[in-house]
């Protein structure tokens, strides 16, 4: 996947006292930050680099971001040095990003599929922005009058309409040939004239935008912080996923035998925004009997097999390879992992900011349902039916 710039440089002055020592991104939201509930919806998409372009209080950004690894990419925080706005900013990043790549505000939360807002190889345009409709922001000036072609051209409207820029993009490389090394506004002045150059799509969504640069909208968020929390759908894997061996452990990849409905059920979360999550003991790597490395090699063949089907995925996979006997020390270190103990869920739940009233957990022992039962989250014994069937009866409850 490609990178991602996430612009966190602003001051938020219209937020007063409450930016005064905390940048925007960095205020909490029910004890968790608003840019880590942001990071919880990117890392879905396994950028290579999450860069943060920061100046306002940038030492916290650095302090606390830089160089992390976080699912499957990389934090970089990027020095402005001097506030450059959103377009100079960018210019730091001219020799570091070589292909296409997102960008969006740090400020903002824009529920949408990121993937839609990709550029096709036809098109002309170098930049995607997705479009949303402003019910709520009449003081809102920047890329705001919009209208979209039927080829999908964004135009200014002579006359007021709902359109307005969600703050999110898509840019093709060449659009740093726009950007110079100075102060500069990426939405007043670069926007303003790749649009009259007739070089910027928009894209509409639907999905649930929210900006917290203003108290009331800071506010509301905080009282209604599930709006932006995520559901999942938690899977044991041996008995849920695949045939248990009987008095045995899978070894190796060509053991693991889905069960019926698997491959088309999980298809079916991802399409409904259902983060698909494994929750799996796996003693056999306490106990020797398969290395830590050799089962990550046979998560990695599962993940590659589902999506050559039908680009289906795990969205992540916890596993516990706690055994009080081990003969490696670091294996009975982690018992609170082990179901029926409640570690692997807790870690998911952070990691991915889920609202465990929207989420479910299908497994087929007593230990999956007392760790279920322990974080709160509705439990299924699997069914002797396709699983696929079994999310749907699910879902539709």
């Not at 506030?83 to 969006?104: V, W």
């Not at 500069?184 to 007739?198: A, V, Y």
């Not at 889905?258 to 088309?264: F, K, Q, S, T």
């Not at 999550?277 to 090699?297: A, D, F, H, P, Y």
Request: hydrophobic share 35%; aromatic share 12%.
């Amino acid at each position: 996947m490609n990178d991602i710039v996430i612009l966190v440089g602003g001051k938020g002055s219209r937020l007063g006292k409450l930016t005064e020592k905390t940048p925007k991104p960095l205020l909490k939201i029910n004890n968790k930050r608003f840019l880590d509930i942001i990071l919880s919806k990117l890392i879905r998409y396994n950028f290579k680099n999450i860069y943060l372009l920061c100046s306002y209080q940038k030492k916290k950004f650095f302090r606390i971001y830089n160089n992390k690894k976080i699912h499957n990419s990389k934090i970089i925080c990027i020095n402005e040095g001097y506030p450059m706005d959103t377009g100079g900013a960018l210019f730091k990043l001219k020799k570091r990003i070589k292909s296409s790549f997102f960008c969006m505000n740090g400020d903002t939360f824009f529920d949408i599929d990121y993937d839609l807002l990709k550029i096709k190889k036809n098109e002309k345009q170098i930049c995607n922005i997705a479009i949303t409709t402003n019910n709520n922001y009449k003081k809102n000036s920047k890329v705001n009058n919009l209208s979209l072609t039927k080829k999908g051209l964004i135009q200014y409207s002579n006359k007021k309409t709902k359109l307005m820029n969600g703050g999110v993009y898509f840019f093709k490389k060449e659009i740093f040939k726009y950007i110079p090394n100075k102060k500069i506004s990426l939405e007043d002045d670069i926007f303003k004239m790749l649009i009259l150059k007739k070089k910027i799509n928009g894209i509409f969504f639907n999905d649930r935008f929210i900006d917290i640069g203003s108290k009331k909208n800071l506010s509301y968020l905080k009282k209604n912080f599930c709006l932006i929390k995520q559901k999942a759908a938690f899977l044991d894997r041996d008995g849920v996923i695949n045939r248990l061996i009987k008095d045995g452990y899978i070894v190796n990849y060509k053991q693991l035998r889905l069960l019926r409905g698997v491959v088309n059920g999980i298809k079916f979360l991802n399409l409904n925004k259902y983060l698909t999550i494994l929750i799996t003991n796996q003693s056999c790597v306490g106990r020797s009997i398969i290395s830590e490395k050799k089962l990550n090699m046979i998560h990695s063949s599962l993940q590659k097999y589902l999506k050559r089907r039908n680009n289906s995925y795990f969205d992540d996979i916890f596993y516990s390879p706690y055994y009080k006997y081990s003969k490696n020390k670091k294996y009975r270190l982690n018992s609170f992992d082990r179901k029926p103990n409640p570690g692997m869920l807790n870690k998911a739940i952070l990691k991915w900011n889920i609202d465990l009233k929207k989420s479910f957990f299908i497994g087929d022992s007593k230990t999956d349902f007392i760790a279920a039962k322990k974080v709160g989250v509705k439990f299924y014994y699997k069914e002797n039916i396709s699983l696929l069937n079994q999310f749907k009866q699910i879902l539709n409850k």
